[in-house]
């Protein structure tokens, strides 16, 4: 079943739904963004990022342009390493609600924690499947940083970031043993560390 506004009803408006993406990479920020969906008037076929193809995320994402609010936080690796992922997953978040440039009355985020923040939010598991503004976020999130994984890999050629956008991939593995790592690779990661101590 599709994400729908089941979730929202109950909620005011404006209401922001938020998710990330880019947890799980060796490499590469964590994007997260905020969507402001007005519900008389969104693309349609929004759904999780993950159950959709490339070609129809892009799609929705330049109709969410037009007719949504949209607020996109990044952490940088360095902020990764510091914080560690799951603080800098937050951080991002934050900072997407920050940048839609008004205080929404509510916002759904996916996951079981909201970040540390002073707003009416709801933490909601596997939102993206059940949420359409979540879903939303999820799509936006997911094209911004695919996007900015094929501009990094423009900069670091070898490793395989324009399809694998820095997941561990078996390309990206032996490339990381061939090539070394980058300043864009994870340091707090296990295979990226293990490799930093080997050296």
Not at 94 to 110: E, H, I, K, W, Y
Not at 175 to 196: K, N, W
């Amino acid at each position: 079943m599709a994400p729908c506004f089941k979730i929202e009803k109950p909620y005011p408006e404006p209401l922001a739904g938020v998710d990330e993406a880019g947890c799980a990479p060796l490499a590469g920020p964590v994007v997260a963004a905020a969507v402001v969906l007005d519900r008389a008037r969104f693309p349609r076929g929004i759904d999780d990022s993950k159950a959709l193809p490339a070609a129809t995320r892009e799609t929705i994402y330049a109709r969410l342009q037009k007719v949504a609010g949209i607020g996109v936080g990044i952490a940088t690796v360095e902020e990764i390493d510091r914080l560690n992922i799951f603080w800098a997953r937050m951080l991002a978040m934050a900072r997407a609600v920050d940048a839609l440039g008004f205080d929404p009355a509510m916002v759904l985020v996916d996951g079981n924690r909201c970040p540390n923040w002073d707003r009416p939010s709801v933490a909601i598991v596997a939102g993206d499947s059940k949420s359409r503004s979540i879903a939303a976020a999820s799509i936006v999130a997911k094209v911004t940083r695919d996007r900015m994984m094929a501009d990094y890999a423009r900069e670091h050629p070898g490793y395989g970031w324009e399809t694998n956008k820095g997941y561990p991939t078996r390309e990206h593995c032996e490339a990381l043993d061939r090539l070394g790592l980058t300043p864009l690779h994870r340091r707090s990661f296990g295979p990226v560390r293990q490799l930093t101590l080997a050296l």
